[in-house]
Structures are given as C-alpha cells and as structure tokens.
C-alpha cells in the first residue's frame, strides 16, 4: 500500500468506444480556449506525470487486455490518452474535454505521434453522452481543481464504468501550486485579450484528503483506496 494510505473501505484493438459529442451549452469564453497553448506547456512540461503510477495501480505486472476501453476525463492536450495508448496498442483510448481548442491540440498530438487507437472527444464531463457501463477503465487527473460539482462528476464516473471497471484520480493537494497555472492564464489572457469574463475560476479547488475520499464513498463502489505521495492525492476505485 503507497505511503500515508487512508484506510480502505469495502474489500479494496477494437475501435475507441464511441462517444457522440455534446458541445457545453455555456459560455466558450474559456481559459482553455482563449490561451489554450500554455495550459497544454504546463500539462506537458511541467505537471507531474503519473503514467507509471496509472500502470501500476490498474494493471499491476499484466498488461491491459485486448480491446480494453479506456476514457480520460478533462483530457486537455491528450497527455495520458496518448502515452497509455502508445505503451498499449491492444487497448482503445477516447479523451474527452469541454475545450475545444484542447480537442484539437489533442488530436493533432496524436496524429503527429502516429497514434491510432485513441479518439478524442468534446465532452462536458459532468453529462457524459455515452451510455452506461461503457469503459472497463477511466482516468482522470486534476479535474476537480475547476470543476464546479463534485459529486456530479464522480457519479457520471460511477455510471460509464462497466461492473468491474475501475477508475485512478489524481489531484493536487495545495491550493497555491494547483493554482499557479490558473494565475498565469489569467495574467496572459488580460494582456492579450480585452475579454474578462472566464469561466474558469482565479483559484484552483482542492480537496481536503477525508472531503476528497468521501466523494467516492458515496457511491457503491467494490472497493475504494485513497492516498497521498507528494503534492498529489489519488484514488483508486473499483465498481461493484
């Protein structure tokens, strides 16, 4: 078990699947949008990265079945849909993300690497248009640091994930690190855009560990780990 466990709690290549697009009906003054290209640096460059640990957690020493369906949540420039569908080209890997600048620096990475078994998506995470039981496994990292609702957004989780399926969350534990990419978009964005009026808020959310465990124990899950290594907390979830 990783360093500062919290306890657990009940007994812890096809095509991508598809998924129809359901563009957010709110405003598309975003962050994401307006400067898309220093999030995708931050993500590529500088935010710390768990493909290993995600290997680790959902595979142990085995390798992912043929087939296997995999979807990344808030997948911005497609970091982890990529990398895991490089390391694993038996699986099919969709990422989804409401920024539609983020989509398309996605599937231009992808292509550009030469990467076919991945697909990647403009979704709202918080109503994800793909039917029940649809993904063996989901990823999802620093998605509740913008957020608006939580508990929604572990429910659609919950939802998409066939019996059995399991997903790995990672979030940053401090607010002032968590929110250092959202202050340099905001300082970029008034300097070179005259708009103010972002979706995105100023300051990162982040969770308490025993708030953040408790998001996943609402629901019926098979067994749920949580822990802490580092600036990041994570969870690992399996559904009944």
Known sequence: MPPNAVASTHEVAERPATVTSRAPTESTDSL???????????????????????ISALWQTQRPAFGTRV??????????SRKLARRFPQIAVTGVDRSESQ??????????????????????ALALPSKDASFDVLIAS??????????????????????????????????FWASIPLMAMWLLASVIHSGNGYR??????????????ELFRKLPWKSVRIWQDGRYQYALCEKS
């Not at 994401?32 to 990265?49: I, K, M, N």
């Not at 979807?71 to 982890?80: A, M, N, S, V």
């Open 32 to 54: 994401f949008e307006r400067v898309a290209w220093l999030y995708a640096f931050c993500r590529e460059r500088l935010f710390r990265d768990d493909t290993n640990r995600i």
């Open 71 to 80: 979807i990344e949540l808030g997948c911005g420039p497609g970091f982890y």
């Open 103 to 124: 989509v398309r620096s996605a599937r231009q990475r992808a292509a550009a690497q030469n990467v076919n078994n991945c697909v990647f998506e403009r979704v709202n």
């Open 142 to 175: 620093r998605i509740f640091t913008v957020l608006p609702n939580h508990r929604r957004a572990v429910a659609e989780m919950f939802r998409v994930l066939r019996p059995g399926g399991r997903c790995f969350i990672a979030e940053p534990r401090h607010v």
């Open 200 to 213: 995105e808020p100023r300051k990162a959310t982040v969770l308490k560990i025993e708030a953040f465990a």
